[in-house]
């Protein structure tokens, strides 16, 4: 015959497996924010930070490449390379862009709001 055991967080009482899960303290002001579902608010402000991050790389590299055409004395790779470097720099910028527009299209068509997607609101219940 098998038999079964059940492997308990705390030993004791069956009805909880895991026991009291404490969120940690940074988790708790997203919390709070949120009405107590502040996953959502965290990718919400960690994609926001992401874009912003992107902006001021796109920034560098086109002061970068200013640098490079400065000092390049007429050198036709260098040119070559700030062309490139430029290029990517620029459809980088536009996916992101191109990525905000879409979702606040998105939202509006099926939601009402053009904010709904990029900044959600999560709704509680009303006690």
């Known amino acids: ?9 705390q030993g004791g009482d069956s009805s909880s497996i895991f026991g009291n899960i404490q969120a940690p303290p940074g988790v708790s002001n997203f919390n ?3 009405g107590g579902i502040g996953i959502i608010l965290f990718f919400s402000n960690l994609i926001k930070l992401i ?6 790389w796109t920034m560098l590299n086109f002061i970068l ?14 040119i070559e390379k700030i062309g490139s470097k430029l290029t990517l720099s620029v459809i980088g910028l536009a996916i992101i862009i191109a990525s905000y527009t879409l979702a606040a299209i998105i939202g509006l068509i099926l939601f009402g709001d ?14």
Do not use: C, D, E
Request: hydrophobic residues 50%.
């Open 1 to 9: 015959m098998l038999k079964t055991h059940s492997l308990l967080a």
């Open 32 to 34: 709070q924010q949120a």
């Open 51 to 56: 874009a912003v991050v992107a902006g001021l």
């Open 65 to 78: 490449a200013g640098f490079t055409y400065v000092t390049s004395s007429g050198n036709p790779s260098a």
């Open 114 to 127: 053009a904010s709904f997607i990029i900044n959600p609101q999560i709704p509680t219940p009303i006690i």
